[in-house]
């Protein structure tokens, strides 16, 4: 039974932030770390009313703001199968945070019994949350807030995981429930349990080609952890993989969170189109192949430099998606399972580069969705439409979803194999189950992608730049505009026309069709107040002209 009346003066001790308005947006909560105890309280609320209507299954919450600023801080919820929080529950955390910071406690607990009457939920289940945060300085403090309510009003269960990745608490939230513990199974559930079969899977892809080390394909890894939990998480992670031990380690000082994210990791790699601080003339080698996490480890992207000098080639989120798309196809076909036994196929954001989705269609012959902004979205595309889903934002975060056809077809394939003893077509599938087991189904994960980036190019046998060479980008621009006010600014059409203002796409039209594969468009951002300008076109400067005249248009 909950015990609501507690509420009155945990309420009036925690939540010292009042006459603010919260958002559950596209990754969650995000604020200044100093104005997040009012929705740490009610977060904690929310994540155990969504467990109790699960039944007391466990639910996830993580504490992270991901690539922002040291100062910054967030919060997200986690489904216990570990995809991301039911949308028809972030008005219901939005509302419930709003009102502890607007309004009495009175209303706070009335909004709680409504939320109860109205979705049924049985006061009488107690909850389970499994919590983590990142590696900020605030993320004790904001943790806190966050637990205050949990023992005392709900005498939830609670796993605490202190510092860990986001992928690893959505894996460890979806484990948890699969695998209850028996009365005398003593097993603690613990980032170990992650380790071990992230570790298994790419071991058995290695052994299965034999594969010692990187040396066919590059010299060393070079890892960039955003100085963040990314760092200390990886690290332990590979020295259980001998075939990793060329990797070397930059921006990995976790334990100075003012350094997180700073002139580092993924977003700054990927929006700079630069190598992150860190990477010194001793690291810079044309052999070698980088990579950038980011702050809390859910996004990858991949570079290289060339030729003796720093040119720098950047591998994003689409070069990823192509390369698991080619590599997985090629095995479909030699374990002979067709289009119709297996969909593949691979989902985009507007983000992804339009010579990306040309080669998708017009070389792989693989077809291609496009979703709004926004992991949920892609996630959910790649779960329904396809059986190997490839999803993956230009940014970097993205994953492979594979379903239970895929399993299915790809056994019945192996026992024909067996079979006939047609070693090549059972080398394939047996390929097509390990790979699956290397990556995270639940989100995307820097440090499974990151095996499953280094087994494709390792069993392919391929170069950096000749994974590089498949297509070449055009040129792009992304571009931030601050404006009175962003709501104005509705699209239509997977984000890439407006609707409103009125008359501002014929407008935007005109400028585009002037230029050659022109593209562009405008999106007001989830995460921050102001408008994206996003451009691309055969040839730079048209580009920038582009999006000087789009800019222009909707200051
Ligand atoms: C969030 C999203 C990310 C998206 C970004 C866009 C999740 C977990 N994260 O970080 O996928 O690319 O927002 O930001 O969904 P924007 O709306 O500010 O452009
Ligand atoms: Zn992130």
């Known amino acids: 039974e909950m015990q609501l009346q507690l509420l009155e003066s945990l309420h009036t001790q925690v939540c010292k932030t009042k006459n603010y308005s919260y958002t559950y947006g596209t990754a969650g909560f995000r604020d200044k770390a100093a104005v997040l105890d009012t929705v740490m309280f009610t977060t904690g609320i929310i994540a155990a009313l969504r467990s109790m209507s699960h039944n007391g299954k466990a639910v996830g919450v993580m504490i992270t703001a991901s690539h922002n600023p040291p100062l910054d801080n967030g919060v997200k919820i986690i489904e216990p199968d570990g995809s991301m929080l039911l949308q028809s529950w972030e008005s ?36 389970s949350i499994v919590v983590g945060m990142d590696s900020r300085e605030s993320s004790p403090r904001l943790m806190d807030c966050l637990l205050s309510t949990l023992s ?152 290289y430099v060339g030729n003796k000098t720093t040119k720098f080639h950047l591998l994003d989120g689409d070069k990823i998606a192509t390369l698991f798309a080619k590599f997985l196809k090629k095995l479909l076909i030699k374990a002979n399972l067709t289009q119709d036994d297996i969909r593949l196929g691979i989902v985009q954001t ?32 790649a779960q329904t439409a396809y059986d190997i889903g490839i999803y993956f934002e230009a940014n970097g975060h993205g994953t492979i979803l594979f379903s239970d056809n895929f399993y299915s077809k790809v056994q019945e394939r192996q026992t024909i194999a067996i079979k006939e003893n047609d070693l090549s077509s059972l080398k394939a599938s047996k390929t097509l189950l390990a790979f699956s087991k290397v990556i995270n189904q639940t989100v995307g994960d820097a440090i499974a992608d990151l095996l499953g980036v280094v087994a494709t190019l390792l069993i ?39 609707t409103s203002p009125p008359a501002l796409q014929p407008k935007m039209d005109l400028l585009i069709n002037k230029i050659e594969q022109g593209r562009a468009f405008v999106r007001a951002s989830g995460t921050e107040d102001a408008v994206r300008v996003y451009c691309e076109g055969k040839h730079a400067d048209d580009v920038k002209q582009l999006s000087k005249d789009i800019e222009a248009l909707i200051m």
């Not at 939005?94 to 009335?110: E, F, G, K, S």
């Not at 990314?230 to 075939?243: N, S, T």
């Not at 792009?476 to 962003?486: A, E, G, M, Y």
Request: aromatic share 10%; with cysteine; charged share 20%.
């Open 152 to 303: 005392p009003v709900f005498m939830a269960k609670i796993v605490n995981h202190n510092m860990l990745t986001t992928p690893q608490l959505h894996f460890l939230t979806a484990y948890q429930n699969n695998h209850e513990p028996s009365s005398d199974d003593k097993t603690v559930i613990s980032v170990s349990q992650y380790d071990s079969k992230f570790q298994t899977a790419f071991k058995d892809l290695m052994n299965l080609y034999e594969i010692k080390d990187f040396n066919d394909c590059f010299e060393s890894l070079v890892v960039d952890c955003a100085n963040g939990i990314g760092a200390p998480q990886f690290q332990q992670f590979v020295k259980g993989l001998p075939q990793c031990n060329s990797i070397k380690f930059v921006n990995d000082d976790y334990t100075h969170p003012d350094t997180l994210n700073n002139s580092c990791g993924a977003d700054f790699v990927k929006t700079q189109q630069r190598l992150p601080a860190g990477v010194d003339d001793s690291l810079l080698n044309d052999n070698n192949l980088y990579c950038s996490f980011d702050g809390d480890a859910d996004r990858i992207v991949f570079y």
């Open 460 to 498: 392919s046998k391929m170069k950096p730049s000749q994974w590089d060479n498949e297509y070449t980008d055009l040129p792009n621009l992304l571009s931030k505009v601050i404006v009175p006010d962003r709501t104005v600014f509705k699209t239509t059409d997977q984000e890439r026309k407006l």
């Open 350 to 381: 507007a983000y992804a580069n339009g010579s990306s989705t040309t080669y998708v269609l017009d070389t792989l012959h693989c077809p291609a969705s496009c979703t709004k902004t926004g992991v949920k979205h892609l996630h959910h595309e």
């Open 92 to 127: 219901h955390a939005t509302q419930l945070a709003n009102i502890a910071a607007n309004d009495t406690v009175t209303q706070l607990i009335q909004y709680i019994n409504e939320i109860v009457a109205t979705l049924n939920i049985d006061s009488n289940v107690t909850p």
